[in-house]
């Protein structure tokens, strides 16, 4: 790792990228699950507008104290840029007891940057945020079809719960619960 990647939580400067990410990432992961109009319209002008005030409240006015938004960062060309970043707290399931059980809402990086560590240090830095939190487990949905956050969590020793849904993406998408034991 380069002395030049950091976790920190993230910064109203940093919505633009993380939108962009957000949408590159998708994209990537869920691309080949979606109807070619539907993965289109993700990445329209209508869905950015929307992504961008999704993350603006969420650093400016969080569900909870326990909510975050962290990037990961690298020294590209010279410059510290925003490369991916992860979203967590509470678990909102109804199965679920949000007092000790969290959730991982979202993480993603850079297409063009995975298998640099990106993605392990922003799981690391989460995992830390929840476990000095009071949390003892983290979820998160995936698509049941192999995608590359599936394999990374399960590569991290994250398994699947049992629990299940589908969500509609132009077409239903079956989803499964992967969950990982924190608490130290």
Same mark, same amino acid.
């Given at each position: 790792? $380069? #002395?030049?990647? *950091?976790?920190?939580?993230?910064? !109203?400067?940093?919505?633009?990228? &993380?939108?962009?990410?957000?949408?590159?990432?998708?994209?990537?992961?869920?691309?080949?699950?979606?109807?070619?109009?539907?993965?289109?319209?993700? #990445?329209?002008?209508?869905? @950015?507008? $929307? *992504?961008?005030?999704?993350?603006?409240?969420?650093?400016?006015?969080?569900?909870? #104290?326990?909510?975050?938004?962290?990037?990961?960062?690298?020294?590209? =060309?010279? %410059? @510290?840029?925003? &490369?991916?970043?992860a979203a967590f707290g509470p678990a909102g399931d109804p199965d679920l007891w949000p007092a000790k059980d !969290?959730?991982? *809402?979202?993480?993603?990086?850079?297409?063009?940057?995975?298998?640099? =560590?990106?993605? $392990?240090?922003?799981?690391?830095?989460?995992?830390?945020?929840? /476990?000095?939190?009071? *949390?003892?487990?983290?979820? /998160?949905?995936?698509? %049941?079809?192999?995608?590359?956050?599936? #394999?990374?969590? %399960?590569? $991290?020793?994250?398994? &699947?719960?049992? !629990?299940?849904?589908?969500?509609?993406?132009? @077409?239903? /998408?079956?989803?499964?619960?992967?969950?990982?034991?924190?608490?130290?």
């Amino acid at each position: 790792m $380069s #002395s030049a990647q *950091f976790v920190r939580p993230a910064r !109203a400067a940093d919505v633009d990228t &993380v939108v962009d990410l957000q949408v590159a990432s998708w994209r990537a992961v869920y691309g080949e699950l979606l109807p070619a109009e539907v993965a289109e319209e993700m #990445s329209g002008d209508q869905a @950015r507008e $929307s *992504f961008r005030e999704q993350w603006t409240t969420a650093l400016e006015s969080p569900p909870t #104290s326990k909510h975050r938004l962290v990037v990961a960062t690298d020294e590209v =060309g010279g %410059e @510290r840029t925003v &490369v991916g970043f992860a979203a967590f707290g509470p678990a909102g399931d109804p199965d679920l007891w949000p007092a000790k059980d !969290a959730e991982l *809402f979202a993480l993603h990086v850079d297409p063009e940057r995975v298998r640099q =560590g990106h993605g $392990s240090r922003l799981l690391n830095a989460c995992v830390d945020h929840l /476990v000095e939190g009071g *949390f003892g487990t983290v979820h /998160v949905w995936t698509p %049941e079809e192999d995608n590359a956050l599936r #394999s990374f969590v %399960e590569a $991290s020793g994250w398994r &699947v719960d049992g !629990a299940r849904r589908e969500i509609d993406m132009g @077409r239903l /998408v079956p989803m499964v619960r992967l969950h990982a034991a924190i608490s130290e």
